[in-house]
Structure formats: structure tokens, C-alpha cells
């Protein structure tokens, strides 16, 4: 290490060291600045350390609720990386132990894009960095939770002997443990190699394969590469793993991620008795809606903090602040007008729209159930192909489907409470070529509309409630769009489930769905937004680009 790196380490250990200790002495914006600056240390921990299974925003809550908690008994603040990574790791360890292998196999098959893979995106690492990222997919549980620790030691973000402390094991026995890891990184980058390469032996040999790595096909594979003369031939110097993972930065927190830590007013050292989880029930107790802003995180008055992006960005979906989920909006005490007479949207600002692409989605209110629709526009139709087919099912992030011709399109909405509740991460439209209309909202409800007592599509007490961004229009169970050229939509999630079902379609069933009315067995008739020109609302969270994150599309595009 330069002597101008320790010097840097040393004034940046100085800061936190008084940051922390105004933090334990009840300081709440010094509180602020801890959680902030260092939930991407335990991200990325836990996020390797899992490798992007849907549990890792569970950990990082809890091991951020724990240090919170428990801020006020370390009694060295020079200690607190090691002591707060320590945390992260007894957490991973627990949640290990809280569930039988069978279960973390079925949650495996369902998982989306993983840390692996947002590694790459995220810092567009190319190349033998690309191969190390990659690589960790094919190691055991227990090999991800050390190289969680090793990865950060090599990238200059922890010591050799926080990784020990963290690890529970002497320095001794973790230059053991980084040693034989180190060994089993190269073989699985010898196989992520092989891969990618165009062996026809190794084809034959995968054709069986699932395509999700496991500890069978790692021996396998491993078994084919030593004797293979053309997958073992590396044409290119391989670079040991550590000289490629030296500065690299920490993965940012997704925009979107929600940490909910309610102190009900207290500071960090009595918050243990109000210190819950980040379900809506926690953020519908929030009553403040002040909120401070960070460089990288909101956070709201009362305790829930949102990943939103730099002052200079350009502006993206954050999750709801403690006002917006106060209540949901059909549970509104008996009396209480939630719905105006009008089938139409509430108007956007006053602007005059000349060009198309000057109009977007603006909130608005439920029409009343027994209005019925205003006529559905019939635009020019040659039909719309999808590289899912007719009908594309996207659960999990990461999943997207690209819509090209002219012609309807409906998405169906999957909202799922009941097995995570949560801030929603919205669905994207990227790479539009052409034009793209929010034409009509059916399918017999809002997403919002009451199911049962206390209790709508977004989730009830019982479960906890599916939340969206502040400024999100509420979606119905069905959304039709038009499309005259090229777009991709993307399925985000993050933090609360959901799913999104994408059919190319037409106008007479677009017709047909909007005036099913509450007479028909439906909660209420469907809402028309095409007016038939340009003028026609332009969906929120699209634009022409193609971002490597798409959820990082702004919410009101200009397209």
C-alpha cells in the first residue's frame, strides 16, 4: 500500500471514527450518514456472499437493524467495519441454517439475475474481470461467503484481519481457507472459459444441462476441462483472480432499494424496542414526511431509507415516502370520497402538446365503478411479434421481451403480497424506435380495488402491502398499450414480488375487456386514456435508450 493510500485511509478512518461516535451519543443526522455510507459494504457482502437470492434484501435489513440496534455496545468506533461485517456474516450463517437444503435448491431455480451478472452490468466489467465475476456462480455456499470477504480485501475495502474476525477463524487459518478458494475460483473460471468457447465434445456433454450450476456438473465439467485438449488450451494469459479484483468498486445499491429502520423518534442506542422489519406495515406507521437527502439514499422522516440516485441525475423512481403509504387508497374510512364520477384521467400540468412524446401517465383516481368507458380509439393494425411468442411470462428481474410491428399489446399484472410485500421496483420500456400509447386500463379492476376486509390486490394486514414509487400511476389488473415500431420491456423487481404477463393483442378484445362491467361479475368497467392522436398519454418509465441498469429509467420520460 502507497503512502498516499494509508494517508487517505487514515483521514477517512478519523471521519467515521466521529461520525460513529456521534451516532452512539444519539446524534440522528451522524445515524443517517452510518447507515448510508456503509449499506453498500454490506450489500455487497451479502449480495456475493448469496449470490443475488431473493433473501438478500431480508439480510442486509436485519444485519443493518442489528448494528443499529446494538450501535451503542461497540465500544471501539475504529472497530466498527469489522464488527458491522461480522454481523453480515452471522446473518448469512443464520439464514443458512433457518432453511433445509431442499428449499434453498427450489429458491435457487427461481432466481433472477444474479450478483454474478449485476456485477458485470453494473460495473461493465469486460473480459477476465467479466470470467472472475462469473466464475462465482459455480461455488458452494459456504466458498461465496469467503470470497464475499476475500473479494473486498483484494478491492482494498477490508483487511486481512477484519476478513479473519468476520469469518470467526484465526489469520492463520483464513490464509488456508483463501488459498484453497482461490484454487477452486480458477477452476470454475476454466469453466465459464469453456463455456464460452466452441468445443463440440463439451456441447454434447451439456445437452443435458439445465444451464444452472450446481456441484454435479462443476465436478463434470472440471473432469472434461483436464482432459480436453481444446477447452485446456488458453490461448490468453490467465491473470490470477486478485490482480484483476484490485480496485475494483463496490456493486451500487440498486435504485429502488428500500431500507426501513423505524426508531419511532428514538436514537440508534434505544431503538432496539421499535426496530422491525421493512414490510408496508412498518412504513404505513411512519407520520413524517419530511424527508433529508443524502448523496446516494433518501430518507424519510421516521426511519425508511431509499436508494435514489446522485443530486446530479437525472430523476428516477424512488420507493414511497411514509405519507403515500399511510393508508392504501381503498381503505379509506366509511364516507370518505376515494372516487370521482369521471371515466377520464386526471389532467397532467398544463402544457401545451404539440409533439408526441410531451404527454405522459399522471396519477390519478379510480372512475367510478359503474361508469362506463368512453370509446376506445381504432388505430392502424398489422399485427405485433414477441421474442417470448404469444404469451411472455416474466417473474423475476432481469426477464425481458422485445415488441415490434403495429398493433395492441396487453400486460397483465401479477401482484404477489402474500410472498414478498414491499416497495416495487416498476417494469421499463427501453430502445423505443418508433412510438408507444397507454391506450386502456381493464380486466374488472385496479390493482388497489378492495378484495376482502382490509384487504385489496396490493395486500392487506395480513400480509403487508405492495407499495409504489411516489408519482406511480396505480396500475390495473390489465394495461393495454400501442405500438407503432420497436420497444423492449423489462420486469425489475426488487424488493416486493410481482409479475408481469406481456400478449400481443388487439383492439376488439382492448374493446371488449374496458366495457366488462361490474354487472358482468367485475369490480368496476374498465378506463379508456387513447384520444387518438399524439396528444394520447405516453407510458411512464420509457425512453429510446438502452441503459446496461434498466431500472434506472426515469419515471416521466420524454420521448
Not at 477447452?231 to 479484483?245: M, Q
Not at 429502520?261 to 411512519?286: E, N, P
Not at 430502445?431 to 378484495?451: N, P
Not at 374493446?511 to 396528444?535: A, S
Request: charged content about 25%.
Amino acid at each position: 500500500m502507497t503512502r498516499e493510500r494509508t494517508y487517505v485511509d487514515e483521514a477517512a478512518g478519523r471521519q467515521w471514527r466521529s461520525t460513529i461516535a456521534a451516532a452512539q451519543a444519539g446524534d440522528r443526522q451522524a445515524l443517517d450518514e452510518v447507515v448510508e455510507g456503509w449499506l453498500p459494504l454490506v450489500y455487497n457482502v451479502v449480495g456475493r456472499a448469496l449470490n443475488g437470492h431473493a433473501d438478500v434484501d431480508d439480510v442486509v435489513q436485519e444485519t443493518m437493524l442489528r448494528a443499529v440496534d446494538n450501535l451503542g455496545s461497540l465500544r471501539d468506533p475504529d472497530s466498527f467495519r469489522s464488527w458491522l461485517v461480522a454481523i453480515a456474516m452471522r446473518q448469512i450463517r443464520d439464514r443458512a441454517r433457518r432453511r433445509q437444503p431442499a428449499q434453498l435448491d427450489e429458491s435457487a431455480a427461481h432466481e433472477a439475475t444474479d450478483f454474478a451478472e449485476l456485477t458485470v452490468l453494473r460495473l461493465q466489467l469486460e473480459g477476465q474481470r467479466r470470467e472472475v465475476a462469473q466464475a462465482v456462480r459455480w461455488l458452494d455456499a459456504e466458498d461465496r461467503q469467503l470470497l464475499s470477504l476475500w473479494w473486498l480485501e483484494v478491492a482494498g475495502e477490508l483487511t486481512r484481519r477484519e476478513l479473519a474476525a468476520a469469518a470467526g477463524i484465526s489469520r492463520q487459518h483464513a490464509a488456508v481457507r483463501v488459498q484453497r478458494l482461490k484454487e477452486r475460483l480458477e477452476t470454475a473460471r476454466g469453466i465459464v472459459r469453456a463455456l464460452d468457447g466452441a468445443c463440440p465434445d463439451l456441447r454434447e456433454l451439456t445437452a443435458r444441462w439445465n444451464g444452472r450450476p450446481d456441484s454435479v456438473w462443476r465436478k463434470r465439467l472440471a473432469r472434461h476441462i483436464r482432459g480436453c485438449g481444446y477447452c485446456g488450451d488458453t490461448r490468453e494469459a490467465v491473470v490470477p483472480a486478485e490482480r484483476l479484483l484490485v480496485g475494483i468498486a463496490l456493486v451500487p445499491v440498486p435504485v429502488g432499494f428500500t431500507l426501513s429502520l423505524a426508531f419511532g423518534g428514538k436514537t440508534a442506542v434505544a431503538a432496539t424496542a421499535t426496530s422491525v422489519g421493512w414490510s408496508a406495515k412498518v412504513m404505513a406507521a411512519l407520520t413524517q414526511p419530511a424527508v433529508a437527502v443524502t448523496a446516494g439514499a433518501t430518507l424519510v422522516a421516521g426511519g425508511a431509507y431509499v436508494v435514489t440516485q446522485p443530486p446530479d441525475s437525472p430523476p428516477r423512481a424512488t420507493a414511497p415516502t411514509a405519507s403515500s403509504t399511510a393508508r392504501p387508497p381503498s381503505l379509506t374510512p366509511p364516507g370518505t370520497p376515494t372516487t370521482t364520477p369521471s371515466h377520464s384521467p386526471s389532467p397532467s400540468p398544463t402544457r401545451k402538446a404539440e409533439l408526441y412524446g410531451t404527454v405522459v401517465d399522471a396519477v390519478d383516481r379510480a372512475p367510478d365503478p359503474n361508469a362506463e368507458p368512453a370509446a376506445l380509439p381504432h388505430r392502424p393494425e398489422s399485427g405485433v411479434t414477441s421474442t417470448w411468442g404469444a404469451k411472455a411470462v416474466m417473474q423475476h428481474r432481469g426477464e425481458a421481451v422485445t415488441l415490434s410491428g403495429r398493433g395492441y399489446v396487453l400486460v397483465r399484472w401479477q401482484i404477489s403480497p402474500q410472498s414478498r410485500p414491499g416497495g416495487l421496483v416498476m417494469p421499463t420500456w427501453t430502445g423505443l424506435e418508433g412510438e408507444l400509447f397507454h391506450v386502456a386500463s381493464g380486466g374488472g379492476r385496479r390493482m388497489d380495488d378492495t378484495t376482502g376486509p382490509d384487504t385489496t390486490g396490493m395486500g392487506g394486514p395480513a400480509t403487508g402491502y405492495t407499495v409504489l414509487p411516489d408519482g406511480t400511476q396505480q396500475m390495473w389488473q390489465n394495461e393495454y398499450f400501442y405500438v407503432d415500431g420497436s420497444v423492449t420491456l423489462h420486469q425489475n423487481e426488487r424488493g416486493a414480488d410481482y409479475g408481469v404477463i406481456v400478449f400481443p393483442s388487439t383492439w376488439e378484445e382492448a374493446e371488449k375487456d374496458v366495457r366488462t362491467g361490474p354487472d358482468q361479475g367485475v369490480i368496476r368497467y374498465g378506463l379508456v386514456r387513447d384520444t387518438g392522436k399524439d396528444t394520447a398519454p405516453v407510458p411512464q418509465y420509457v425512453t429510446r435508450e438502452t441503459p446496461t441498469d434498466p431500472a434506472t429509467v426515469a419515471q416521466r420520460s420524454r420521448v
